[in-house]
């Protein structure tokens, strides 16, 4: 299902029981994306979600550099003495669960070497622990960003549950820019909603159920729920 199927369902829906109700895509979407994070992070030992494969997407060619200074790993950084590198830019938004963001793997771009993700803590007490595997090569995620202390490598990919469908990559790793004249981007709405088949009406009944609550509270006479803020597409 495409995010503009999802919105249109809910829309007709919540028309039945308020015909005059007027929303606006940004808002049934944005109770969408907020309703299917604490869904999956529910949800997620049940659904078996590594075996859904259909739901992970691969992010290839993200440039890694030397973290700097300013950094908010700095403090990490003085404390194991050594140079940290971190991806040049943040990774897009991925699903999470109790353990922290869903990655199902960090690799080069050759899969020649793959490094094993943890958070700031559990990577400082596996760094420090003399009975662990001190040829596997570890990362964290933070703050949005990959960070590999001790390990310079120039690209690395990675395979997780995003939030969004990404737009395709051309293999030389430059993205498409231009969506109006490349046929590989999608318009926004016209992207798939990445969640698992089975949870997509339990969103949509959380949805339907927010909005009534909100719809009610309206002063009379009114019937708009942010008609100015529409997602273009």
């Given at each position: 299902m495409t995010k503009?199927?999802?919105?249109?369902?809910?829309?007709?829906?919540?028309?039945?029981v308020n015909a005059d109700a007027i929303l606006s895509n940004k808002l049934v979407w944005s109770l969408v994306e907020k309703h299917s994070k604490w869904i999956i992070h529910r949800e997620r030992e049940k659904l078996k979600?590594?075996?859904?494969?259909?739901?992970?997407q691969t992010k290839p060619c993200i440039e890694v550099i030397e973290a700097p200074l300013i950094d908010s790993c700095c403090?990490?950084?003085?404390?194991l003495k050594c140079k940290i590198y971190r991806t040049k830019?943040?990774?897009?938004?991925?699903?999470?669960?109790?353990s922290g963001p869903i990655i199902k793997g960090v690799f080069s771009l050759d899969f020649s070497t793959e490094f094993k993700i943890y958070n700031p803590?559990?990577?400082?007490?596996?760094?420090?622990?003399?009975f662990s595997n001190k040829n596997e090569l570890k990362g964290y995620f933070y703050n949005s960003y990959l960070y590999f202390p001790d390990k310079h490598i120039d690209k690395i990919q990675i395979e997780a549950m995003f939030i969004d469908e990404l737009d395709e990559e051309t293999s030389d790793c430059s993205p498409c820019k231009d969506c109006e004249k490349d046929s590989k981007c999608k318009?926004?709405?016209?992207?798939?909603?990445?969640?698992?088949d089975r949870?997509?009406?339990?969103?949509?009944?959380?949805?339907?159920?927010?909005?009534?609550?909100?719809?009610?509270?309206?002063?009379e006479g009114s019937h708009e729920i942010n008609k100015n803020e529409n997602i273009k597409g």
């Amino acid at each position: 299902m495409t995010k503009r199927e999802a919105i249109s369902q809910i829309k007709h829906q919540f028309k039945k029981v308020n015909a005059d109700a007027i929303l606006s895509n940004k808002l049934v979407w944005s109770l969408v994306e907020k309703h299917s994070k604490w869904i999956i992070h529910r949800e997620r030992e049940k659904l078996k979600i590594f075996q859904l494969i259909n739901l992970f997407q691969t992010k290839p060619c993200i440039e890694v550099i030397e973290a700097p200074l300013i950094d908010s790993c700095c403090d990490l950084k003085k404390e194991l003495k050594c140079k940290i590198y971190r991806t040049k830019n943040k990774i897009p938004e991925i699903y999470s669960d109790f353990s922290g963001p869903i990655i199902k793997g960090v690799f080069s771009l050759d899969f020649s070497t793959e490094f094993k993700i943890y958070n700031p803590k559990e990577y400082k007490r596996v760094s420090n622990d003399i009975f662990s595997n001190k040829n596997e090569l570890k990362g964290y995620f933070y703050n949005s960003y990959l960070y590999f202390p001790d390990k310079h490598i120039d690209k690395i990919q990675i395979e997780a549950m995003f939030i969004d469908e990404l737009d395709e990559e051309t293999s030389d790793c430059s993205p498409c820019k231009d969506c109006e004249k490349d046929s590989k981007c999608k318009k926004y709405l016209d992207k798939k909603w990445i969640i698992p088949d089975r949870l997509q009406a339990m969103v949509i009944g959380e949805v339907l159920k927010e909005l009534s609550s909100v719809y009610i509270k309206l002063p009379e006479g009114s019937h708009e729920i942010n008609k100015n803020e529409n997602i273009k597409g």
